[in-house]
C-alpha cells in the first residue's frame, strides 16, 4: 500500500490506496505520521477514494492520526470513502470526533 | 437448515495471510449470488475474526488458524474462525464496544463490527485452550422475483 501526499498551503491531503487492515495499516501510519512532522500542516485530509476495503484496523488507524495530529493542533477530516469504507466509519462513530467530508 | 457445501482452510497465523483469508471465504460464499454489500459485510466480519487470532490468540507468535465456510440451504453463508491461542477470560467484556486489551492503534470495534456485518455471531473461548467464532450471514441477493 503506497500513499501519495499533496501539500496546499496549510492542508496535507493523504491519498491512500488499496486495503487497509491490520496488516497495511502500520506502514501507512508510519508514513503518515512521518510526513505530518516533516510539514507541520493545519490541517490533515485523508483521502479514501481508492480504498476498496477497510476493518477497523483503518478506523483505529484514523482514530490515532486524529490523536497523533492533536498534539501539532492539526485538524484531521475524512473524504471520498466508498460506500463500504463510509458504512464502517458511520459505525465506529467516527463521525462525532471527526469531520466527513461532503462534496 | 442442511448444510449443501463446506470448504476448510487451515491457515499460518500471518498478518499477511489476512487478505487472503477473507478473500477466500468471500469466494466461496458467492456461489450463493450475494450483493456487492453482502460480500463485502462478509469480508469485513472476517478480517476481524482472523485478525483478532494473530493479534490477540497468538499474540504474534506462531499458530495456526483454522476456518470452515459452509453454505445452507437456506442460503446462509456460515464462518467458523478457530485458534488454539490464549483464549478470553470474560467474553461479555470483551464483545462490548471499544473494549480492547490491545495497544494504541486498536478500535476496541473487532467484534462490534462483526455483530453489526453478521445475522449472527457466537463466540466460545477457554482459557489456555483458543477461541471459536461463528460468523452466519444469511444470504439475500438481490431478491428479484420473490416479493
Ligand atoms: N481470538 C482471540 N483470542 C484471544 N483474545 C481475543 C480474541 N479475539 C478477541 N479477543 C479479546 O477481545 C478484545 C476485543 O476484541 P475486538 O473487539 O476485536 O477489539 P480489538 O481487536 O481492537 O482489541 C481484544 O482486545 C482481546 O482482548
Ligand atoms: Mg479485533
Known sequence: MQVLFKKDKDTLTAYLNGDIDHHTAKSIRETIDSEMQRLMPGKLRLDFKNVHFMDSSGVGLVMGRYKTASVYGCAVSVCEMPSSVEKIMKMSGLGKIIEFEKD | ?147
Do not use: W
Not at chain 2, 21 to 36: E, G
Not at chain 2, 104 to 117: A, K, Q
Open chain 2, 1 to 147: 437448515m442442511k448444510t449443501v457445501n463446506e470448504i476448510k482452510l487451515t491457515v499460518d497465523a500471518k498478518s499477511v495471510n489476512e487478505a487472503y483469508c477473507r478473500v477466500a471465504v468471500a469466494s466461496f460464499a458467492s456461489q450463493l449470488d450475494p450483493t456487492v454489500e453482502e460480500i463485502s459485510d462478509i469480508k469485513t466480519a472476517v478480517s476481524e475474526a482472523v485478525t483478532n487470532c494473530i493479534v490477540h490468540a497468538y499474540r504474534a507468535k506462531k499458530g495456526k488458524i483454522y476456518i470452515t465456510v459452509s453454505v445452507t440451504d437456506d442460503s446462509t453463508v456460515i464462518v467458523k474462525i478457530r485458534d488454539n491461542g490464549i483464549g478470553i477470560q470474560d467474553v461479555k467484556k470483551a464483545r462490548e464496544p471499544l473494549f480492547t486489551t490491545g495497544g494504541d492503534d486498536r478500535s476496541g470495534l473487532g467484534f462490534s463490527v462483526m455483530e453489526c456485518f453478521s445475522d449472527k455471531l457466537r463466540v466460545y473461548s477457554k482459557e489456555g485452550r483458543g477461541t471459536t467464532v461463528t460468523i452466519y450471514k444469511k444470504i439475500r441477493g438481490k431478491c428479484d422475483d420473490d416479493s
